[in-house]
């Protein structure tokens, strides 16, 4: 009998997408475990058709992790008569933009203005994008969790309250530097993001000279963050393996009724159509 032909599954279909499309999005409030999945591909509203004299861009922005960043990165682009478009592709940190002619400099002075920095895919391999990033040390994170927990004893014991406030910021400067850079960008730009929140739930404590409260708060939060990184690294590790695994060249044919013989035809790389293949089924490559 007949068989199937080779089935090729692309992340874009299997995926759901985040484009501009003229609907609303309230993104900026959840973390980023919520949605990490990849936009789609050349087949979006956003990319499908270019306006004449917009050219289309692929940036990767390392710190883009989530839908936080996703709303910052949006609200600010959406602000520029420049950009016509834009798409998110947030498990590999691609932001996908259509502007016009020549004023590619304003899009990535845009999104530096929001403590980001851009690259343009040009410079990587055609079909490939490099997802790797320079994993923090722990270290700072376990010096800060002692300082608060350092804090809270000394709360507890009745100890002088200049030694807990002492050691309570310590902690806070260690592990939320970066929370309170990212709160006051979502500040400046009018986005009350959960880094943003943060800041302000931090600082008031401290005002209030809560100090085993701030810190704790500050570490806990930053441990968050650094789980949910490592959580997101292993899903594009994974990723980045199964495009490992596709096949540079398949065949495929029909079984003829008498017998188990194939006639093969070559089947084109996926690898060179689309950079984001994710399986062939197995039972017919050779």
Known sequence: MPSRPVKITHAHDALPAHHENG???????????????????NASSVTAKIPAGYTLTRLRVAQMDCPTEEALIRNK?????????????????????????????????????????????????????STEVV???WWPLALAGLAALGAEIVHWLGLPEWL???????????????TFKKGWIALRHGNLNINALMSIA?????????????????????????????????????????????PEMATYGRR?????S???????????CASNLVS???????
């Open 256 to 260: 003829t009724a008498i017998g188990s």
């Open 202 to 246: 931090v600082t008031g404590a401290v005002l209030l000279r809560q100090w085993p409260e701030a810190a704790m708060v500050m570490v806990l939060f930053a441990l968050a963050e650094l789980i949910e990184a490592k959580s997101l690294d292993r899903a594009r590790n994974a990723i980045r393996g199964l495009l490992q695994l596709t």
């Open 164 to 178: 807990s406030g002492l050691l309570a910021l310590v902690a806070i400067t260690i592990s939320g530097v970066g």
């Open 77 to 129: 682009l959406s602000g520029l008569a420049t950009v016509s478009g834009m798409e998110f592709n947030l498990m590999q940190r691609v932001l996908t933009v259509v502007h016009q002619d020549n004023t590619l400099a304003v899009v990535e002075t845009a999104i530096r203005d929001l403590g980001m920095s851009t690259e343009p895919m040009a410079t990587s391999k055609q079909g490939s994008v």
């Open 280 to 286: 062939a089924s197995p039972s017919m490559v050779s």
């Open 262 to 272: 194939c006639r093969p035809r070559p089947w084109p790389s996926a690898k060179s």
């Open 135 to 137: 994993s923090k040390p």
């Open 23 to 41: 609907h609303s999005h309230d993104q900026g409030h959840k973390c980023c475990a919520a949605d990490s999945s990849p936009t789609s591909g």
